[in-house]
């Protein structure tokens, strides 16, 4: 478990990094990390009720190598 002094999207994309590094990297072909829906994840819905995805947490999902679901 891991403590941050902040709440904001960089703080909760740090303890991810932080914890896969923890655990020796992404762990098979397909790595899924459930989130609740948050600010730091989510901004909102559309009209079609999906998802509006905060944008420089789906950049982390894609370059650490995880799968992001809610």
């Known amino acids: 478990m891991e403590l941050a002094r ?8 740090q303890c991810h990094v932080n914890a896969i590094d923890y655990l020796g ?4 072909d397909v790595c899924r990390i459930r989130h609740r829906r948050t600010k730091v994840i989510t901004l909102d819905w559309n009209e079609a009720r999906r998802t509006i995805w905060n944008q420089r947490m789906l950049d ?3 370059s650490v190598g995880f799968d992001a679901r809610l």
């Open 6 to 13: 902040r709440a904001d999207t960089a703080a909760f994309i």
């Open 25 to 28: 990297g992404v762990p098979g």
């Open 60 to 62: 982390c999902a894609l």
